[in-house]
């Protein structure tokens, strides 16, 4: 069964710790990893798509990369802004269509 | 350049009563999807829609649950008769053409409350 998981399920920095979120998955025909940042009441907005093993993507303090396996979401030198959930999604190919499958995201907490 | 839009953003029901939760799509999206997020959980995918097409239901309620995607107008999901377990927050996402390298965009969410 096609699985994503996401860890840590909580996480708190101070300002300035940089440290990487994860996100493993199993599954069958991967056609795009994605992270999202949610903020509380919101809807998810989107951070990065990766295709391929190898693939980095950054913007700002974070920084995305891909394995066959997981992905990880670096975050540098992070600020009070940057709390917030980050969730995970892979796309998948299945009975003639496309799937998307999400993590239960990593919230993140930075102190000032 | 509007993003994705649902309304209403917040709607309460007393149990047993109709529930329709409405959202555009950007422009230029013609592919819909709705889910549901339970508080510390993560987004639960119920449906798929493209214009006056269902692609994959299979995450959505065989019961009391319904979504179109009319020629014109938003797309719908209706809940009918609800229950307390169905209040959450549903979001809806569009994206271009999952055919090729795509990404969703996701609207502010409704959030229902079943009383």
């Known amino acids: 069964e096609d699985q994503v998981t996401q860890s840590p399920e909580a996480l708190r920095l101070q300002e300035g710790e940089s440290s990487s979120l994860n996100c493993s998955y199993t599954?069958?025909?991967?056609?795009?990893l994605f992270w999202y940042r949610q903020d509380p009441g919101k809807g998810p907005e989107f951070l990065f798509t990766?295709?391929?093993a190898g693939e980095e993507k950054e913007k700002e303090r974070l920084k995305a990369t891909l394995t066959k396996k997981e992905s990880f979401l670096h975050i540098t030198a992070p600020k009070p802004e940057d709390s917030a959930t980050y969730l995970c999604?892979?796309?998948?190919?299945?009975?003639?269509?496309?799937?998307?499958?999400f993590g239960t995201g990593t919230r993140l907490k930075v102190l000032a | 350049n509007a993003g994705v839009m649902q309304n209403p953003r917040h709607l309460v029901r007393r149990r047993g009563q109709e529930a329709r939760l409405r959202c555009s799509p950007m422009?230029?999206?013609?592919?819909v999807y709705w889910y549901r997020q339970l508080p510390e959980e993560g987004l639960k995918f119920m449906v798929y829609?493209?214009?006056?097409?269902?692609?994959?239901e299979s995450g959505m309620p065989k019961e009391r649950f319904s979504a179109e995607f009319p020629k014109e107008g938003p797309s719908i999901l209706r809940i009918q008769q609800v229950v307390r377990g169905d209040s959450a927050a549903y979001f809806c996402?569009?994206?271009?053409?999952?055919?090729?390298?795509?990404?969703?965009?996701f609207g502010p969410g409704t959030r229902l409350t079943v009383l």
């Open positions: 996402a569009s994206s271009r053409n999952p055919g090729v390298a795509d990404t969703q965009y």
């Open positions: 599954v069958s025909g991967l056609r795009g």
């Open positions: 990766l295709y391929s």
């Open positions: 999604a892979v796309r998948v190919r299945t009975s003639g269509t496309y799937k998307y499958i």
């Open positions: 422009k230029g999206h013609s592919h």
């Open positions: 829609l493209q214009k006056e097409n269902i692609i994959d």
